[in-house]
């Protein structure tokens, strides 16, 4: 298995090359562009034999994407923030097609004020829409679970599309050694899609029909059935995956140091990497503290955090997005797990690292810090700049 | 005994729901008629999605890929690519779309085809308005014509601007051919679709395409009004082909464009004055018309 030395955005093109996509379809935005540009260097040289299209906007590339999907191709597409909020009707579109399109998405903020630094926003904003959703901390997981992300799209019991997402420059466009693994590995792995059920030429079928409301219902329920089955299957393809390659990135909720942990943190993408340092700096100097990643959102993992629950007396959830009038996604999704528990930890909800602010070692020790004092608001803006501090930008 | 003009073969079922006279159901007859058996046709939304009949049940013997709204476009390079990978060569991709997924939301979707040399033919069923939401101004409604939304009333003659001019758009994109059709005359319209299957590239129909409700006039006339329209100049047949323009039904006078839109209630509060205007329309985009045929 070679080692490379890959960006997060090149990660995403080694492993569509290796899936062997049939079709892609993509528009450029920063900071998702090295990913598309890789694949055109891929297409153009012969060494992947697909169709590029060369779409006009990305509400375009997603529906390319679902009707090649629907004839039985394998499809790949990738975008950022406005993009993908321009995609937000053909998110749905492609999990009530049952279109396992797979798509790479680099986390970037939303405008206005125009930023293309990272959040989560631009993916926590289409929780609804029925897609699979993977959060990456490193370059290696953003190729793994890419490939992962296919398999689990496809899989008979699930076909529903996936995204895998990494925090921009962070990931995106910073580059760490990678092993990748070989074709033949992946072709194991990764069979050609089983395309059973889908529009056939000269067949009268239809896709998409309009329905009434004694069989809507049923649509939706199927691909509610379909999501909670994906929980399952996903183990068994990360099992699989490591069997080949060795490499296990720990499921949907993996955690370090959380077993005699007072408190924990849970953190998604790359800020993980940071708490992790801050963990074992804190232990260090006597402090019981753990970090849960919080890897898929989609399915959220209801029953690994009710695991991790019932040993801890107080979580802290980090969201790197905020829903207006409301909390961080992420923590409301906690908090509503846990209630049915009889042991409910004490809850935080930290919202910081917006518009690609760096999320410092010192930032993330006052999260654990005001976690074990138990004070602070129940939602809590950490790393707000003081009224001086806003005023000296000015 | 007669030539057989028009394919028997039909792959257009006789259960659907549209309505009575409705012209799309027979753009749709014709164009499948002269495609055959390897189309795949994409729909957005429009009258078709419900005329196609609901889940579980198909109004045709070929597949129909339902897309979102602004997107046909996109959706016919899509499952040409995918048909290109998966070494279904044969396969005749059709985008089937009304004049506002076409000439409003999916102006854009369409562009992107038409630039990037999709083979594949784009199918405009033009009935002059948002007819499946109940009949309201589209960018292809004509001028003075009665919608929900261009009322006639104290302040209002119907809608206030022209018909917007989607074979020039289309022709700017220099496709390999593009044709308006009619279904008041089939062997014309057969004849045109034939023609794009044997020519590569992005193809794209303009079909003329009565409706009875959304025009008001009794649904028997719906052959009368399509010839009407073309024998008025109002919707001259006409192809593009590799540039080039050329008149396919030419006449040697045409008649009064009031006796087209006098069988029509869209446009039954037009006075003397304002049918001079729209036949004045008429004539000059007619010369032009002429005018580009000439150029060769």
Same mark, same amino acid.
């Given at each position: 298995m070679p080692?490379? =030395?890959?960006?997060?955005?090149?990660?995403?093109?080694?492993?569509?090359?290796?899936?062997?996509?049939?079709v892609?379809?993509a528009?450029?935005?920063?900071?998702?562009?090295?990913?598309?540009?890789?694949?055109?260097e891929?297409?153009?040289s012969?060494?992947l034999s $697909?169709q590029f299209?060369?779409?006009?906007?990305?509400?375009?590339?997603?529906?390319?994407c679902?009707s090649?999907?629907?004839?039985g191709?394998?499809?790949?597409t $990738?975008t950022?923030s406005?993009g993908l909020?321009?995609?937000?009707e053909?998110l749905?579109w492609?999990?009530?097609?049952?279109?396992?399109?797979v798509?790479?998405?680099?986390?970037?903020?939303v405008?206005?004020p125009?930023?293309i630094?990272t959040?989560h926003t631009d993916t926590v904003?289409?929780?609804d829409?029925?897609?699979?959703?993977f959060?990456a901390?490193?370059?290696?997981?953003?190729l793994?679970?890419?490939?992962m992300?296919?398999?689990?799209?496809?899989?008979p019991?699930v076909?529903?599309p996936?995204?895998v997402?990494?925090?921009a420059?962070?990931l995106?466009h910073?580059?760490e050694p990678?092993?990748v693994?070989?074709?033949?590995?992946?072709?194991?792995?990764?069979?050609?899609r089983?395309?059973?059920?889908?529009i056939?030429p000269?067949?009268?079928?239809?896709?998409?029909?309009?329905?009434?409301?004694?069989?809507?219902?049923?649509?939706?329920?199927k691909i509610a059935r379909?999501?909670?089955?994906?929980?399952?299957?996903f183990?068994?393809i990360e099992?699989?995956?490591?069997r080949?390659?060795g490499r296990?990135?720990?499921?949907?909720?993996?955690?370090?140091? =959380?077993?005699?942990a007072?408190a924990?943190?849970m953190?998604?993408?790359t800020?993980?990497?940071t708490?992790?340092?801050v963990?074992d700096?804190?232990r260090?100097?006597?402090?019981?503290?753990?970090?849960?990643?919080l890897?898929?959102?989609?399915p959220?993992?209801v029953k690994?955090v009710?695991?991790?629950?019932?040993?801890?007396d107080?979580?802290?959830v980090?969201?790197?997005s905020?829903?207006?009038?409301?909390a961080?996604?992420?923590?409301t999704?906690?908090?509503?797990a846990l209630?049915?528990?009889?042991?409910?930890?004490?809850?935080k909800n930290?919202v910081?690292?917006?518009?690609?602010?760096?999320?410092?070692?010192?930032v993330?020790?006052?999260?654990?810090?005001?976690l074990?004092?138990g004070?602070?608001?129940?939602?809590?803006?950490?790393?707000?700049?003081?009224?001086?501090?806003?005023?000296?930008h000015? | 005994?007669?030539?057989?003009?028009?394919?028997?073969?039909e792959?257009?079922r006789s259960?659907h729901?549209?309505c009575p006279g409705?012209?799309?159901?027979?753009?749709?007859?014709?164009?499948?008629?002269?495609?055959g058996p #390897?189309a795949?046709?994409?729909?957005?939304?429009?009258?078709?999605? +419900?005329?196609?009949?609901?889940?579980?049940?198909?109004?045709?013997?070929?597949?129909?890929l %339902?897309? &979102?709204f602004?997107?046909?476009?996109?959706?016919?390079?899509?499952?040409?690519a995918a048909?290109?990978?998966l070494?279904?060569? %044969?396969?005749?991709?059709?985008g089937f779309?009304?004049?506002g997924g076409?000439?409003?939301?999916?102006?854009q979707a369409?562009?992107?085809?038409?630039e990037?040399?999709t083979?594949a033919l784009?199918?405009?069923?033009? #009935?002059? &308005?948002y007819?499946n939401?109940?009949?309201?101004?589209s960018?292809?409604t004509?001028?003075?014509a009665?919608?929900?939304?261009t009322?006639?009333?104290a302040?209002?003659?119907?809608?206030g601007?022209?018909?917007? %001019?989607?074979?020039a758009? +289309?022709?700017?994109?220099? /496709?390999?051919?593009a044709?308006?059709v #009619?279904? &008041?005359?089939?062997?014309?319209f057969?004849?045109?679709?034939e023609k794009t !299957?044997t020519?590569?590239?992005? !193809?794209?129909?303009?079909?003329?395409?009565?409706?009875p409700?959304g025009?008001r006039y009794? /649904?028997?006339?719906?052959?009368?009004i399509?010839?009407?329209?073309?024998?008025?100049n109002?919707?001259?047949?006409?192809?593009?082909?590799?540039?080039k323009?050329?008149?396919?039904?030419?006449?040697?006078?045409?008649r /009064?464009v009031?006796?087209?839109? !006098?069988a029509?209630?869209?446009?039954?509060?037009?006075? %003397?004055a304002?049918?001079?205007?729209?036949q004045?329309?008429?004539?000059g985009?007619?010369?032009?018309?002429?005018?580009?045929?000439t150029?060769?």
């Amino acid at each position: 298995m070679p080692r490379m =030395v890959l960006s997060g955005n090149y990660a995403q093109s080694y492993a569509a090359k290796l899936a062997r996509v049939h079709v892609i379809a993509a528009y450029p935005i920063t900071p998702q562009t090295a990913i598309v540009e890789k694949l055109g260097e891929f297409v153009a040289s012969g060494e992947l034999s $697909a169709q590029f299209i060369k779409v006009e906007s990305e509400h375009s590339a997603l529906q390319a994407c679902i009707s090649a999907a629907a004839l039985g191709a394998r499809t790949y597409t $990738a975008t950022s923030s406005q993009g993908l909020l321009l995609m937000h009707e053909l998110l749905h579109w492609a999990s009530g097609a049952r279109a396992p399109v797979v798509m790479g998405v680099v986390n970037r903020a939303v405008a206005p004020p125009w930023s293309i630094f990272t959040d989560h926003t631009d993916t926590v904003a289409q929780r609804d829409t029925g897609w699979i959703q993977f959060y990456a901390e490193s370059n290696q997981e953003v190729l793994d679970t890419t490939l992962m992300a296919f398999r689990l799209a496809e899989h008979p019991d699930v076909l529903l599309p996936a995204m895998v997402t990494e925090d921009a420059f962070y990931l995106s466009h910073t580059v760490e050694p990678v092993d990748v693994p070989t074709q033949d590995e992946v072709d194991e792995f990764l069979p050609r899609r089983d395309v059973r059920g889908l529009i056939r030429p000269g067949a009268g079928v239809r896709l998409g029909s309009f329905t009434m409301p004694d069989l809507y219902e049923e649509f939706r329920h199927k691909i509610a059935r379909a999501m909670e089955r994906s929980a399952e299957v996903f183990f068994e393809i990360e099992d699989d995956y490591h069997r080949l390659t060795g490499r296990h990135h720990g499921g949907p909720l993996p955690t370090y140091r =959380v077993d005699d942990a007072d408190a924990v943190l849970m953190t998604m993408g790359t800020a993980t990497t940071t708490a992790r340092s801050v963990v074992d700096a804190l232990r260090t100097r006597g402090n019981r503290v753990g970090l849960a990643k919080l890897r898929a959102f989609r399915p959220f993992p209801v029953k690994e955090v009710r695991q991790l629950a019932a040993t801890v007396d107080r979580i802290g959830v980090l969201d790197r997005s905020f829903t207006f009038g409301a909390a961080g996604a992420a923590f409301t999704e906690v908090a509503a797990a846990l209630y049915p528990e009889t042991h409910r930890p004490a809850l935080k909800n930290f919202v910081a690292g917006l518009g690609g602010r760096d999320l410092t070692p010192k930032v993330l020790e006052g999260m654990f810090k005001a976690l074990l004092k138990g004070d602070g608001p129940e939602v809590d803006w950490p790393d707000l700049k003081r009224r001086a501090e806003v005023v000296r930008h000015g | 005994m007669a030539r057989l003009t028009i394919p028997a073969e039909e792959y257009m079922r006789s259960g659907h729901s549209a309505c009575p006279g409705c012209a799309a159901t027979l753009v749709m007859r014709y164009v499948l008629k002269g495609l055959g058996p #390897n189309a795949i046709v994409t729909l957005p939304a429009c009258c078709w999605t +419900v005329i196609g009949t609901p889940f579980p049940t198909t109004a045709l013997n070929v597949p129909i890929l %339902d897309c &979102a709204f602004e997107a046909t476009g996109a959706s016919v390079s899509g499952l040409r690519a995918a048909a290109d990978a998966l070494g279904l060569a %044969d396969v005749i991709v059709v985008g089937f779309a009304g004049d506002g997924g076409t000439a409003d939301i999916g102006l854009q979707a369409l562009s992107g085809m038409l630039e990037r040399g999709t083979d594949a033919l784009y199918v405009m069923y033009d #009935n002059e &308005a948002y007819m499946n939401t109940g009949v309201q101004r589209s960018g292809a409604t004509p001028l003075g014509a009665w919608t929900t939304t261009t009322p006639v009333d104290a302040t209002s003659r119907g809608k206030g601007e022209g018909k917007k %001019d989607v074979m020039a758009i +289309v022709a700017a994109h220099r /496709p390999a051919y593009a044709a308006t059709v #009619n279904v &008041a005359f089939p062997e014309d319209f057969l004849k045109r679709v034939e023609k794009t !299957k044997t020519i590569r590239g992005p !193809k794209f129909l303009h079909a003329f395409s009565p409706c009875p409700p959304g025009w008001r006039y009794p /649904p028997e006339k719906t052959i009368a009004i399509g010839r009407l329209a073309t024998d008025t100049n109002s919707f001259p047949l006409y192809e593009i082909e590799g540039g080039k323009y050329r008149i396919t039904r030419k006449l040697g006078r045409a008649r /009064p464009v009031a006796e087209y839109l !006098k069988a029509q209630g869209r446009f039954s509060h037009l006075t %003397d004055a304002e049918i001079a205007a729209i036949q004045s329309e008429v004539d000059g985009r007619w010369a032009r018309l002429l005018a580009l045929e000439t150029l060769g």
